[in-house]
Structure formats: structure tokens, C-alpha cells
């Protein structure tokens, strides 16, 4: 459905500039009575046919909604109108109309219950652009979803749920007794990493855990972009609804995804070390008693990864271990 959805906005754009207070439409061939436009100020807009007049508050100051009358080739029809009115929200807004259109196909849903619906899972991906997320902040997410990418691409498995860090877990990917840790550093030398916690550097129960090392170099036109690797994502089927939700909680809402457009790098290194008992790091057992002292409410500390570099991952290991991730219990 995004696909053809993509395909009519693309069409609409080409076509010129619709007249004063009109629309420029084209029908979803897929699903009688959907149709998606385009205004005088090239504003998207999701139309449904309908019986009567709806009034829906959409929550959000990005959407606007109401009912109108569509002028067609022999006569007229009631629509509602669901009006794009941030043009940074464009590529989301694709995605929402889809939403809307394939739960109107798949449970046969009325307009009305069809976009009050999505909007009540959307509705945290249609806010407004708060502005670009700091280099650091881009830098960290491009690291830990180019390993989703790895992971989608080395399983076949387009479920990304094993990319729990953004949602306060402990490893920032885990799939059942596997989990990695992603670690992003603009640094040009070192192998120096920073461990939040006594627990993070500590694995799975009678499970493995590895540590995803990353150089970046924030250049100009580098090779690697966070929207193109979300849109290789998408591409790959990946759901928009889970993809949205994640990057959001990463800290990287879907509405400020445009602005990190000009914010490229390249990578210099990428190396996967096994994290156990010869790697430097504080866990539980690292206390008298197992556990930290009394009074102290939190660790972070830093560890130099240098004298470990002979342990690394082979390129083979590395997609054996991305695909477990994806895959979860099932690989055991």
C-alpha cells in the first residue's frame, strides 16, 4: 500500500498547482472510495468518501480534518479530508495515509473509525519538528540502526522488536538469549567506551552478550545518512509504526528526520567484541556481596577495549550473530 500511495503523491506533485481553495486528486486504485490530493500549497491530503459529516479533533496541531465535497468526473461525493499541514511531515503523513487505507481494506472500517484508530497509534509521530537532534544524538542512533539494518538483512525477519534500548532495556538489541551493545564514538583514535551501570556489561542469563564498536567521521556528503538508512529499512518492509515508535523513543521523533538530512558520515571502523570475563568491566559480582555498596546510586565509568582487539568478531560471526538477534529464541 505505501508504495502506491508514494507513487500517487509523486504523480500529484508533478501535475502543476491546483487552483485557488482546490485539489488536484488522484484515486487509490486498490480501495474504492480513497483518494489522495494535493492544494494550491502543495499540502498532502488523505480523502475518504463518507456518508455524513464527521468532526474529528486529531489531537495535533500538525493534522487538519474535516468534510467536504469532492467535485468528480460526473458528479460529486462527500469526503472527509485529512490534511498534511507541515511539509517536513510529508514522508510520515505517506505512511499514516497507508495506515489509514489498509485498515479500511483489511477490516473493513468505516473512514471515520479507520483514521481514529491509527491516529491513536500515530499520534506521537505527527508533532511538530522540534529541530535538529544534536550530531552526537544522530551519530548514536545511526550506529545502533545500521546494526538493525545488518540484523533485518542476515535474518529475513523484518520484526525490529529486538531494538529495546531506545524503550529503557538493559542492552540496546536483544533477542532472546543474545543481546549487543552499541557503542558509537566520533573519536579518530582509542577504543575507549562508556559502561552506564553495573549491569549493562552484563549478559543474558546462560545467555551471550557482544559489544558493537563504531567510528564516525561527521563528513560532507559522507556515505552513511540516518534517513536513508530508515528508508532502507522501510523498504525492506519493515513496519513504519515500529520504526516511528523507536526512533522516537531514541529521541529522534520522525518529524525531525528531514533536518538530519544534511548530517553525513563515513565510517572508519566497525569491530564486534565478545563480552565475558576477559573483557574490563564492572558487574555484580564485582561487590562484596554482589551488589554495589550502600550509598552509591549510580555507576558509569569508562573502559579501554585496546588489548582486546584479537578477540574481535570475523565478518562470518558478525552475521551469525546479528541474524540470532532478529531471529530470538528460535536460533537456540
Same mark, same amino acid.
Given at each position: 500500500?505505501?508504495?502506491?500511495?508514494?507513487?500517487?503523491?509523486?504523480?500529484?506533485?508533478t501535475?502543476?498547482?491546483?487552483?485557488?481553495?482546490?485539489?488536484?486528486?488522484?484515486g487509490?486504485d486498490?480501495?474504492?472510495?480513497t483518494?489522495?490530493?494535493?492544494?494550491?500549497?502543495?499540502?498532502q491530503?488523505?480523502?475518504?468518501?463518507?456518508?455524513?459529516?464527521?468532526?474529528?479533533?486529531?489531537?495535533?496541531?500538525?493534522?487538519g480534518?474535516?468534510?467536504?465535497?469532492?467535485?468528480?468526473v460526473?458528479? +460529486?461525493i462527500?469526503?472527509?479530508?485529512v490534511t498534511?499541514?507541515f511539509?517536513?511531515?510529508s514522508?510520515v503523513?505517506?505512511?499514516?495515509?497507508?495506515a489509514?487505507?489498509?485498515?479500511?481494506?483489511?477490516?473493513?472500517?468505516?473512514?471515520?473509525?479507520a483514521?481514529?484508530?491509527?491516529?491513536a497509534?500515530?499520534?506521537n509521530f505527527?508533532?511538530p519538528p522540534?529541530?535538529?537532534?544534536?550530531?552526537?544524538k544522530?551519530?548514536?542512533?545511526?550506529?545502533?540502526?545500521?546494526?538493525v539494518r545488518?540484523?533485518v538483512?542476515?535474518s529475513g525477519?523484518?520484526?525490529?522488536g529486538?531494538?529495546?534500548?531506545?524503550?529503557?532495556?538493559?542492552?540496546?538489541l536483544?533477542?532472546?538469549?543474545?543481546?549487543? +551493545?552499541?557503542?558509537?564514538?566520533?573519536?579518530h583514535?582509542?577504543?575507549r567506551?562508556?559502561?552506564?551501570?553495573?549491569?549493562?556489561m552484563?549478559?543474558?542469563?546462560?545467555?551471550?552478550?557482544?559489544?558493537?564498536?563504531?567510528?564516525?567521521?561527521?563528513?560532507?556528503?559522507?556515505?552513511?545518512?540516518l534517513?536513508?538508512v530508515?528508508?532502507?529499512?522501510l523498504?525492506a518492509?519493515?513496519?513504519?509504526e515500529q520504526?516511528f515508535?523507536?526512533l522516537?523513543a531514541?529521541g529522534?521523533?520522525?518529524g525531525d528526520?528531514?533536518?538530519t538530512?544534511n548530517?553525513?558520515?563515513?565510517?572508519?571502523?566497525?569491530?564486534?567484541?565478545?563480552?565475558?570475563?576477559q573483557?574490563?568491566?564492572?558487574?555484580?559480582?564485582?561487590?562484596?556481596?554482589?551488589?554495589?555498596?550502600?550509598?552509591v546510586?549510580?555507576?558509569?565509568?569508562?573502559?579501554d577495549?585496546s588489548?582486546?582487539a584479537?578477540?574481535?568478531l570475523?565478518?562470518?560471526?558478525?552475521k551469525?550473530?546479528?541474524?540470532t538477534?532478529?531471529l530470538?529464541?528460535?536460533?537456540?
Open positions: 500500500m505505501i508504495d502506491e500511495v508514494r507513487l500517487a503523491y509523486a504523480a500529484l506533485a501535475h502543476g498547482t491546483a487552483k485557488h481553495g482546490g485539489l488536484v486528486t488522484l487509490i486498490s480501495v474504492e472510495g483518494y489522495v490530493a494535493m492544494d494550491e500549497h502543495s499540502r491530503h488523505l480523502l475518504l468518501q463518507t456518508e455524513s459529516k464527521i468532526e474529528i479533533d486529531p489531537g495535533v496541531t500538525t493534522l480534518i474535516s468534510t467536504r465535497t469532492l467535485q468528480l460526473g458528479g +460529486e462527500l469526503v472527509l479530508d498534511c499541514l511539509a517536513s511531515l514522508e503523513f505517506d505512511h499514516f495515509a497507508a489509514v487505507i489498509q485498515r479500511i481494506a483489511d477490516a473493513a472500517e468505516s473512514p471515520a473509525d483514521v481514529i484508530s491509527v491516529l497509534a500515530w499520534r505527527l508533532v522540534a529541530g535538529p537532534p544534536s550530531l552526537d544522530i551519530a548514536a542512533t545511526l550506529g545502533e540502526l545500521l546494526v545488518d540484523a538483512k542476515n525477519r523484518v520484526d525490529i529486538f531494538w529495546s534500548g531506545p524503550f529503557g532495556q538493559r542492552h540496546d536483544r533477542g532472546g538469549r543474545t543481546a549487543m +551493545e552499541v557503542k558509537t564514538t566520533r573519536a583514535t582509542g577504543y567506551v562508556t559502561i552506564h551501570g553495573e549491569d549493562q552484563l549478559p543474558p542469563e546462560d545467555g551471550h552478550l557482544y559489544l558493537h564498536f563504531f567510528r564516525l567521521e561527521s563528513v560532507h556528503q559522507g556515505k552513511l545518512r534517513t536513508a530508515v528508508d532502507e529499512l523498504d518492509g519493515v513496519s513504519a520504526l515508535r523507536a522516537s531514541s529522534v521523533p520522525p528526520l528531514s533536518s538530512d548530517t553525513t558520515f563515513d565510517a572508519l571502523e566497525r569491530v564486534t567484541f565478545p563480552v565475558d570475563d573483557t574490563p568491566r564492572i558487574v555484580p559480582s564485582s561487590f562484596s556481596g554482589g551488589q554495589r555498596p550502600q550509598g546510586v549510580d555507576i558509569t565509568y569508562v573502559v577495549l588489548h582486546t584479537g578477540r574481535a570475523g565478518e562470518d560471526e558478525y551469525a550473530v546479528t541474524a538477534l532478529a530470538g529464541p528460535t536460533a537456540w
